[in-house]
């Protein structure tokens, strides 16, 4: 049996059934995945025959020039798939197989060819510039656990894992031609690459065992070794047909081991109150250190359908975040060990939460949280490439900040779970800051302080219903351009003496502004539907109805009087998200 899931933009489907039964064995297994296909929605809307330009300055110089070049291709789609096994080999051993792979890919590619040719001068030239990314990130897992019930109170489970995380931005720029000049030929051929990349790859075995055998003590132990391997870098390399440049200014690669023992007792003191005690030990193979993180929870029933939560821990991480602390956006985190020489990360978590469960259908929750975070880094963003003594000299990217952040909030939720109308209302209070040599404390580009959902399903008739989501929020932080600037050098050549300049920009103090607020409203309408006897849904969804912008960043550009050509300044304009749209399509069962 399965379900499928046809929309305008991405589709999905599962899959599951149970095992043959062999040797008394049975299990079950189960198949899923999902693609995103705008693309090639998009590129069949714009499907052209290529573009063809041509262009002549007159019969003065007698200079003419054609072009033509590919179509634009939508560069960006979504995949992922799942599979799980369960094999009960008896009733009390199990094996279960667990394989995710999902990539996000931008491949992005153009070419064009220019012929020009001048017949005064009696110059012909031809070539083709190509420029293409290509840009896949995403993670792979497999997992195989193996849980044995020893007895009754007594489970064993051991599981072997292996996970990789990849990141790898490719672009490649080009240049291939000929050209004659009078009785004079040649050719050329320019190539620049540009690679950056970040690739984690986890290997894990864990035994744990839960048992049950002291009253009202709930028992779990167990031991983990971790091996990561770590590759982060950045190449360049620039060739033509005499010489090949290459340069790698970012190269960390390194191995890790994190063997670890936890334990966790959780205790039912009395009916009303119960406690979880417990503990992880971690000793990482680049430090010689022990790291020690003590947890601590509490749930107390001030009525059978009120209860408050407490919750204290410390946690250690060797795995930590190396982005720029310059960046405006982000798409994706670049990740590394933490080095020999730097001291370990942790955080210390304080929640402190109440739930009451209404006799209508109703929760209600709110929670308050403290963390503290210490020893984290910020890679160090500066200029690649500096000049000393008419010497051009390189920077490496291997240089961090020591950082420190906090972070308090506040969460409301108030949920509905059953009757005609069902949905959730969330709303959350939030402050987070860091702080780096450079800057002092500044609100980092995640933070936003004030952030609510509403998510909500009305029944209209038995097989109809209207959906709804609001998402609204404070704006992200960032760093305002205040003006720009020339940077001029110049070429002491006796012979061919010349001065360059390279613009940028004035900025304001770090994170001193933020985007304008979020807002998206989303409706939809879907309807149950039978058809030979297989029932379906068909539905269509309107995104952000009120065609609201939401930036993600800004762009700046000189602001130009167009009568004098005076620049007046600096001027932005905002890269928005997804603008208003419709989709629909059809959920089937089988």
């Known amino acids: 049996q399965g379900n499928a899931n046809i929309s305008l933009i991405s589709s999905k489907a599962l899959l599951e059934g149970p095992l043959p039964k062999i040797l008394g064995m049975k299990g079950s297994w189960m198949v899923a995945g999902r693609r995103t296909y705008f693309d090639y929605v998009f590129n069949a809307l714009l499907k052209g025959d290529g573009s063809d330009d041509e262009y002549s300055d007159g019969e003065k110089s007698g200079a003419n020039e054609s072009r033509s070049g590919d179509d634009f291709q939508f560069p960006y789609y979504f995949y992922d798939y799942q599979i799980k096994v369960n094999i009960d080999l008896n009733q009390d051993h199990r094996l279960t197989y667990s394989r995710f792979y999902g990539d996000d890919v931008l491949d992005f590619n153009y070419s064009e060819r220019t012929e020009r040719y001048n017949i005064l001068d009696d110059y012909y030239e031809d070539y083709e510039s190509t420029f293409g990314i290509n840009w896949p990130w995403g993670n792979h897992t497999n997992s195989l656990t193996w849980r044995w019930l020893f007895s009754p109170k007594l ?3 051991t599981f072997v894992a292996n996970s990789r995380y ?18 004079e030929n040649g050719n050329y051929q320019d190539e620049f690459n540009f690679d950056f990349f970040d690739i984690i790859d986890d290997n894990t075995i864990e035994t744990e065992l839960s048992w049950h055998g002291i009253p009202n003590h709930q028992l779990m132990a167990g031991v983990q070794l971790k091996q990561v391997d770590y590759d982060l870098g950045m190449e360049f390399e620039f060739s033509n047909l005499d010489t090949t440049f290459y ?9 890790t081991v994190e063997n670890s023992i936890f334990f966790q007792d959780k205790w039912d003191i009395s009916p009303k109150l119960a406690l979880q005690l417990g503990g992880r030990t971690t000793k990482y193979s680049l430090h010689d250190t022990i790291y020690f993180d003590p947890r601590f929870g509490l749930k107390y029933l001030l009525r059978q359908d009120l209860s408050l939560k407490l919750s ?5 991480q060797f ?4 982005n720029s602390e310059d960046e405006t956006w982000r798409i994706v985190d670049f990740w590394l060990g933490l080095p020999a020489d730097r001291p370990a990360t942790f955080a210390d978590h304080a929640i402190l939460g109440i739930e009451y469960l209404a006799p209508t259908d109703w929760i209600f929750r709110a929670e308050t949280y403290y963390k503290h975070f210490e020893n984290l ?6 200029e690649l490439f500096t000049e000393n003594e008419d010497q051009l000299q390189l920077t490496p990217f291997n240089e961090f900040y020591d950082t420190r952040a906090y972070a308090y909030g506040l969460e409301f939720l108030i949920k509905k779970t059953a009757g005609r109308l069902r949905g959730w209302i969330g709303y959350t209070f939030a402050e987070v800051k860091k702080h780096i040599e450079k800057h002092g404390w500044y609100n980092p580009i995640y933070d936003r302080t004030h952030t609510l959902n509403v998510v909500g399903d009305f029944s209209i008739v038995e097989n109809l219903h209207f959906s709804t989501a609001l998402q609204a929020s ?13 940077q001029w050098t110049a070429q002491h050549d006796p012979y061919l003496p010349s001065w360059n300049f390279y613009p940028g920009f004035l900025v304001g103090d770090k994170n001193s502004e933020r985007l304008p607020s979020y807002f998206r409203l989303d409706i939809g309408l879907k309807q149950k539907k039978v058809f030979f006897s297989f029932p379906y849904e068909r539905y269509f969804q309107l995104v952000n109805v009120t065609n609201h912008v939401n930036a993600l960043t800004y762009q700046y550009q000189n602001r130009i009087n167009r ?3 005076e620049t007046m300044g600096v001027q932005r304009a905002a890269v928005p998200m997804f603008p208003f749209f419709l989709t629909f399509g059809i959920r089937a069962e089988f």
């Open 155 to 157: 489970v064993f489970r």
């Open 166 to 183: 990849r990141f790898h931005f490719d672009m490649t720029v080009s240049e291939t031609g000929t050209w004659r000049s009078g009785n």
């Open 247 to 255: 340069l790698n200014p970012l190269q960390m690669q390194d191995t």
């Open 312 to 316: 204290l821990g410390r946690y250690h």
């Open 319 to 322: 795995l930590t975040i190396a």
């Open 377 to 382: 880094i910020t890679l160090k963003q500066g």
């Open 474 to 486: 404070s704006g992200q932080p960032h760093t305002p351009a205040l003006g720009r600037f020339q």
């Open 563 to 565: 009568l004098t050509q």
